[in-house]
């Protein structure tokens, strides 16, 4: 996170709870690694040394490392969708917003100050 100024932000906490998070994302990681290891057949200290730092597979060796099982492509690749093809919903604002078939009610005015 950083701040208005771009500088990174530093969290205040007490070391117990730094150790806290410490030890959530080691567990993490481990949980992570032994299901790599179980999907690729690859030894824990295989993947401790491969994941370790910054480790970027494209497509096809991710399906020869194993983490991947198939690469699926459209079969006439004349087809390919342009970014401007790709919708997301028709989302419209006030009483028009929908998502698919569901309609949002427009959002309510917050409370006035001083009115409970």
Do not use: C, H, W
Request: charged share 30%; hydrophobic share 35%; glycine share 8%.
């Amino acid at each position: 996170m950083y701040d208005q100024e771009g500088r990174p932000r530093t969290r205040i906490m007490q070391a117990t709870e730094m150790q806290l998070e410490v030890e959530e994302v080691v567990r993490d990681k481990k949980r992570m690694l032994e299901g790599f290891s179980t999907f690729t057949g690859r030894s824990m200290d295989q993947l401790r040394q491969d994941f370790g730092r910054d480790f970027y597979l494209n497509a096809p060796e991710a399906v020869q490392y194993g983490i991947v099982d198939q690469i699926l492509a459209p079969k006439r690749p004349s087809k390919l969708l342009s970014k401007d093809d790709i919708k997301f919903g028709a989302f419209g604002s006030g009483a028009d917003q929908r998502f698919g078939d569901v309609k949002f009610p427009p959002p309510s005015a917050p409370p006035a100050p001083g009115i409970a």
